[in-house]
């Protein structure tokens, strides 16, 4: 069975920074491709951020600069480090595709 768990979301001031986690189990971690998604109250789920299995990255416009997307196959980890975050991103982060699950709640206040 393909599990995906989330932590590390919190509430944070504004240009404070977390770290989020995504620790996967049911699949063979380092043949794919990983990501995370976000999906703010009223909102469709957006992606954030992605990690390809040859290690390149893409960002979202919104988060380029601020966040850091990583991997540690040998735990079945991935991350997401978030700096300078704003009120903007403000949303529960999944690492699923169509932000199922539980996710990782962060609320960024001004």
């Known amino acids: 069975e393909v599990q995906l768990v989330e932590s590390g979301g919190g509430s944070v001031q504004a240009v404070g920074s977390l770290r989020l986690s995504c620790t996967a189990s049911?699949?063979?971690?380092?043949?794919?491709?990983m990501g995370w998604y976000r999906q703010a109250p009223g909102n469709v789920c957006e992606l954030v951020s992605l990690?390809?299995?040859?290690?390149?990255?893409y960002y979202a416009d919104s988060v380029k600069g601020r966040f850091a997307i990583s991997q540690d196959n040998a735990e079945n980890t991935v991350y997401l480090q978030m700096n300078s975050l704003n009120p903007e991103d403000t949303a529960v982060y999944h690492c699923?595709?169509?932000?199922g699950g539980k996710g990782t709640l962060v609320t960024v206040s001004s």
């Open positions: 699923t595709p169509d932000c």
């Open positions: 049911g699949f063979t971690f380092d043949d794919s491709s």
């Open positions: 990690i390809n299995i040859d290690g390149s990255t």
